[in-house]
């Protein structure tokens, strides 16, 4: 039996079904993949540890379902189309079997420098088809790989190589982003000041000077020379750990969202097709980084599952100038498009001209991830690039959840713009007030949660399973919460309303707001900050940072400007405010605690509508605020 979706009572037949026999419903998703032992129990589970056990006892390996089963059917079938950040430089187009022998060869180069399964490797590399071959060359000798989005400082690399362990950082000596060339192989040299790993390969992208260190250091070239085109999978269980990916979240430090092999391949390969309706020979683009979850589920292992063409760029929406994704389009026939809502903002601000002239014609899917989608960015998209008869689907999930959770199914799903619809099968989604009640109907508001598991679902968080229970399943009673807002409205469709945590999202980037303050209190002139999220018209949400420093000897001007290199220099350029207040306090409780809530109204410019301030211990300090508003 297919898998596939093609009508709304279809997808509402299937619904019904996942939810009434889960077990039933999932194995028979999974009968289409290869195992190379059949599990005992599809499920086995309970949210209080948590644990969360999919598929227990088969073995697998993920890279076997994405060539060994499909090399006879579309071995010569374009695998991976990379489209370089510089038009005039050649594309690359690997074939399925081509992709296959440069993974083996990778992985033999892996094995022959000690690495095995389930030691962790960083992957610190611009987009370049070599980034998803080391992905998938952990992935086949069962290596846990932690990928670092390349724009990270040299101190978030370190944090994250300490943190796992890693035995190993797979880098490059440059990386091409825009009219910038950017050192990485230096930034890793910095790191490694802070951490230690055995062994570090360089794939040469730039050319640039490099310093290689003697006996840790090799080029990429090198350490895959002589080594054969078979490898041998390692046979994995289920539940072995696929990879670590580390994500911001209330608190200071990024925590390392563990996911797991047999469910993650199970989902991605389930969702990527519903989803967007992938037909065999579509071209598919998603403009994500690989570094974010984004591009490890909807660039690499789904549409690879899938046996579909994926294409990688390497570059930005505006280089050389505002037409690129239009020119990328026109140029290799994408027909499913999938970006996020700050890229699609950020174009639109040029208007309509760079668009004109490119053939859209092959477009038949549109798809958005990130962030909630305004309305008219959504309409944009729709009439401009869609010219009105491409489907939207606006995607709502999470690192954690591994897969598209809340989505239209493209062209069966009737959409809404701003919602994400509905629930894909197996969802059980829940809406609860703050105490934890359950908002049962349709019409209500409150906080996403979901009370059954999935099989793509974080299992824990790297080192510390305590922070995972009390992060995702402390805050309700036998749920996994989101940190989202949602509401759900008369027709049951679901609209995701934000984070409701101390979690900013800065074009579709992730940031705790604790792991920014902690970085503007590094200088030394800095006594306190307080940072919150703010509307932003192209980042979604900008970030504004009010600081109590002390000015002596020092103009306003230089200290800001030095606070944003700061964090910049810790933990990227991401990071950096985009609003910097000096402030003589902040307004605190009585009992010490800042009001966030008040400095949110500052930053939003909603100053005459401050609410209660009465249990300030200095309610003056909020008037001398407004006053200095950015
Ligand atoms: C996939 C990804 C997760 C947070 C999530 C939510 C926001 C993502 C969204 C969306 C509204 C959408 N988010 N998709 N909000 N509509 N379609 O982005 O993962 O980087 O972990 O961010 O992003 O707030 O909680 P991640």
Redesign the pocket.
């Known amino acids: 039996m297919s898998d596939r979706l093609h009508t709304l009572s279809g997808y509402l037949y299937e619904y019904q079904k996942s939810i009434a026999q889960p077990e039933e419903f999932w194995a028979r998703i999974a009968d289409s993949f290869h195992w190379r032992k059949r599990w005992n129990k599809v499920l086995k589970w309970n949210f209080e540890g948590p644990e969360v056990k999919w598929f227990d006892g088969a073995t697998l390996n993920i890279t076997e379902n994405i060539f060994e089963k499909q090399l006879y059917t579309i071995g010569d079938r374009p695998a991976i189309i990379w489209e370089p950040n510089e038009p005039s430089e050649a594309t690359r187009t690997i074939t399925y079997r081509q992709l296959f022998h440069e993974v083996c060869r990778f992985a033999n180069a892996l094995k022959a420098k000690g690495i095995g399964k389930g030691d962790r490797v960083i992957i610190y590399m611009p987009m370049v088809p070599e980034a998803a071959i080391a992905m998938l060359a952990c992935a086949r000798i069962g290596a846990v790989h932690s990928v670092v989005f390349a724009g990270f400082s040299s101190t978030s690399l370190a944090d994250r190589i300490n943190n796992c362990e890693a035995k190993a950082v797979l880098t490059s000596d440059g990386n091409y982003r825009g009219n910038k060339k950017i050192t990485v192989k230096g930034v890793v040299d910095e790191a490694l000041e802070k951490s230690s790993v055995d062994t570090v390969i360089v794939y040469k992208r730039t050319g640039q000077e490099t310093n290689m260190v003697s006996g840790r250091d090799f080029w990429w070239d090198e350490v895959l020379e002589g080594q054969s085109e078979e490898n041998a999978p390692e046979e994995m269980d289920s539940e072995d750990m696929l990879f670590i990916l580390y994500?911001s979240g209330s608190t200071g430090k990024p925590k390392g969202v563990v996911h797991t092999t047999g469910g993650y391949m199970v989902y991605t390969k389930y969702s990527f097709e519903n989803v967007f309706q992938y037909s065999p020979g579509d071209v598919y683009w998603c403009t994500a980084d690989i570094g974010?979850?984004?591009g490890h589920s909807y660039i690499v292992y789904g549409p690879l599952l899938a046996g579909a063409t994926t294409l990688m760029f390497e570059g930005v929406p505006t280089y050389p100038n505002p037409s690129r994704f239009w020119q990328v389009i026109e140029k290799h026939k994408v027909n499913v498009f999938y970006t996020a809502p700050t890229a699609i903002r950020a174009l639109q601000a040029f208007g309509t001209e760079p668009i004109e002239g490119y053939d859209l014609s092959s477009l038949k899917v549109l798809g958005?991830?990130?962030?909630?989608?305004n309305e008219e960015a959504w309409h944009w998209y729709h009439t401009h690039i869609g010219k009105g008869h491409c489907p939207i689907v606006?995607?709502?999930?999470?690192?954690?959840t591994g897969g598209i959770l809340v989505s239209p199914l493209a062209g069966i799903t009737p959409t809404k713009p701003a919602y994400?619809t509905l629930p894909l099968p197996g969802i059980q989604l829940c809406i609860v007030d703050t105490e934890g009640n359950e908002l049962t109907g349709n019409s209500v508001e409150g906080n996403l949660c979901i009370k059954f598991p999935w099989p793509s679902m974080i299992r824990t968080t790297y080192g510390d399973h305590d922070r995972c229970k009390q992060t995702y399943f402390s805050t309700y009673k036998n749920m996994y919460f989101?940190?989202?807002g949602v509401k759900r409205d008369h027709d049951g469709y679901y609209r995701?309303l934000?984070?409701v945590d101390d979690v900013i999202?800065v074009s579709?980037?992730?940031m705790g707001t604790a792991e920014v303050e902690n970085a503007i209190n590094e200088h030394p002139k800095v006594i306190e900050s307080a940072v919150v999220g703010y509307p932003h018209e192209v980042k979604g949400q900008g970030i504004y940072a009010f600081v109590i420093c002390d000015m002596t000897n020092r103009t306003e001007e230089n200290l800001i400007n030095e606070i944003k290199d700061m964090v910049s220099k810790i933990i990227g350029p991401i990071a950096k405010p985009d609003k910097i207040q000096i402030v003589p306090g902040l307004p605190k409780t009585r009992s010490g605690k800042i009001m966030r809530r008040i400095l949110r109204k500052v930053a939003e410019g909603s100053t005459d509508s401050m609410g209660d301030t009465s249990t300030l211990l200095d309610p003056e300090v909020v008037e001398k605020i407004i006053e200095g508003r950015k």
Do not use: F, K
Not at 368 to 373: D, F, H, K, R
Not at 394 to 400: G, K, Y
């Open positions: 994500t974010w979850i984004t958005s991830v990130g962030e909630p989608i606006d995607t709502w999930w999470q690192t954690e994400a989101t940190g989202d995701i934000g984070r999202n579709g980037h992730r």
